[in-house]
Nanobody, 123 residues
Framework: QVQLVESGGGLVQAGGSLRLSCAVSGRTFSSYTMGWFRQAPGKDRAFVAAINWSSGATYYANSVKGRFTISRQNAKNTMYLQMNSLKPEDTAVYYC????????????????WGQGTQVTVSS
């Protein structure tokens, strides 16, 4: 059974940092793209960042470029999202996802999803 489990969310002040983790179990995703999305109350799920597991190629939403860094550690089958210079508008539930085909920034490109982790940034 495939499982993606996020961790690392929490409450942080504006300007602070958090690192999210996404642990993958049940299979290997060596040919997949792994992504981070977020969903704020009343809003659609939005793309944050993605990484190709095998090549390491990365993709970022303009709103987080220069502040967030996506990475993966093959040996631990874990993906990370380092979030710096956090802003109140970054507040959302953050989801990790895995997909094999399609555009990395589109949610329907992903077939596997985690349960989400809450990130709250206070002003």
């Amino acid at each position: 059974q495939v499982q993606l489990v996020e961790s690392g969310g929490g409450l942080v002040q504006a300007g602070g940092s958090l690192r999210l983790s996404c642990a993958v179990s049940g299979r290997t995703f060596s040919s997949y793209t792994m992504g981070w999305f977020r969903q704020a109350p009343g809003k659609d799920r939005a793309f944050v960042a993605a990484i190709n597991w095998s090549s390491g190629a990365t993709y970022y939403a303009n709103s987080v470029k220069g502040r967030f860094t996506i990475s993966r550690q093959n040996a631990k089958n874990t993906m990370y999202l380092q979030m710096n210079s956090l802003k109140p508008e970054d507040t959302a539930v953050y989801y990790c996802a895995a997909g094999r085909n399609g555009v990395p920034s589109i949610p329907t490109s992903y077939g596997y999803w985690g349960q989400g982790t809450q990130v709250t940034v206070s002003s």
